[in-house]
């Protein structure tokens, strides 16, 4: 049977290879994860610490091996910015912004894939020391703060839910299953740090979720604007793209390839209610008002993308992750959207 995600996007096989299964997570104190150190391809580059690769003008860097001297620009976020999608690292946004702006003024990628708001931000305060020099932060983010608010409540915690918690918490209890054992209490007994209410289990509703998004979002971008003024750094926050919530019709590629990654894990299934564009454009509304509450520019990249792009052009491999062409014309329409 002919895959179009195999035929289309070869280059997600590299993805898969390390950074997609969850046997090769590379578990970190306080960050949780990160990627492989060290991982060679034609696809995808990482440095000792995890950093992919940037490639500008005649040079290639990162945070964990060649930072640039002088001043340098960072693009922050998730897996959208690591770049999962690119045919190379030259292609992901921090590399194709490089491009644009020039070889003196390198950018760099300090995407962490499934890292939500909490942990783009600590991956920052947690390496911020090998770029002492930053000009420009562009934060390029919000979807996955959304999309982990649709997880039951008991996962939320003070800081919001996060990739791979149920598997992370599930383990925590049975390790106090066994020192309630080792304590001299029963088995029944010991189990019942299992049990968990109806309110527990419930899973918030849209407002909620958007509400709680918002607030996340926001809470970390205030400390965001404080490093960065700190810093003398320029702050933007960008709502990422979501193919819904750019157009209602993919392109031909896209729609072949949606609809045979529907057939492994529905994603209308899995987010539901947020995947609609018109919930797109309320979550864009409430995250713009946090902003200038904050005094940070905000752009929502959706209409933007929208307007930009014809019905034939295909921007994604799946409905967040980019392919060539749709990283190209982000980081054009980032470029444009900056001040110099």
């Known amino acids: 049977m002919t895959s179009y995600r195999d035929t289309l996007t070869p280059q997600m096989g590299q993805y898969a290879e390390r950074f997609d299964d969850r046997a090769e997570i590379r578990w970190m104190p306080y960050l949780m994860y990160f990627h492989p150190v060290d991982h060679r391809s034609a696809v995808v580059n990482t440095d000792g610490l995890g950093f992919r690769l940037a490639q500008g003008p005649g040079a290639t860097a990162s945070a964990g091996s060649q930072v640039p001297g002088g001043p340098v620009n960072l693009v922050a976020g998730s897996s959208t910015v690591f770049g999962i999608g690119a045919s190379s690292d030259a292609n992901t946004l921090a590399s194709r912004l490089w491009d644009l702006y020039g070889a003196d003024r390198p950018w760099l990628n300090f995407g962490g894939r499934s890292h939500n708001s909490t942990q ?105 604007r404080l490093l960065a003024d700190g810093l003398g750094a320029r702050l933007t926050f960008v709502l990422q793209p979501l193919a819904p919530w750019v157009r209602e019709k993919p392109a031909p590629e896209e729609e072949l390839i949606f609809a045979e990654l529907d057939e492994i894990a529905d994603f209308g299934q899995a987010y539901g209610d947020i995947a609609r564009l018109e919930v797109g454009r309320r979550y864009a509304a409430e995250l713009s008002a946090g902003c200038q509450k904050l005094g940070v520019p905000f752009v929502d990249m959706n209409p933007l993308l929208g307007r930009a792009t014809g019905p034939a052009d295909w921007l994604f491999v799946d409905r967040i992750h980019f392919t060539d062409h749709g990283h190209d014309v982000v980081a054009r329409l980032l470029r444009s959207h900056l001040e110099d």
């Open 120 to 224: 783009e931000l600590l991956l920052f305060t947690l390496y911020r020391h090998l770029v002492p020099q930053i000009d420009r932060i562009v934060l390029f983010s919000g979807f996955n703060d959304l999309g982990l608010a649709r997880l039951p409540r008991w996962m939320q915690g003070d800081d919001g839910a996060f990739f791979n918690c149920r598997e992370y918490y599930e383990q925590l209890d049975e390790l106090r299953i066994k020192q309630r054992r080792a304590a001299g209490l029963s088995r029944r007994h010991a189990r019942r740090v299992l049990e968990r209410t109806a309110e527990d289990l419930a899973v918030p509703d849209l407002d909620e979720q958007i509400g709680a998004a918002v607030e996340r979002t926001t809470r970390h971008l205030e400390n965001w």
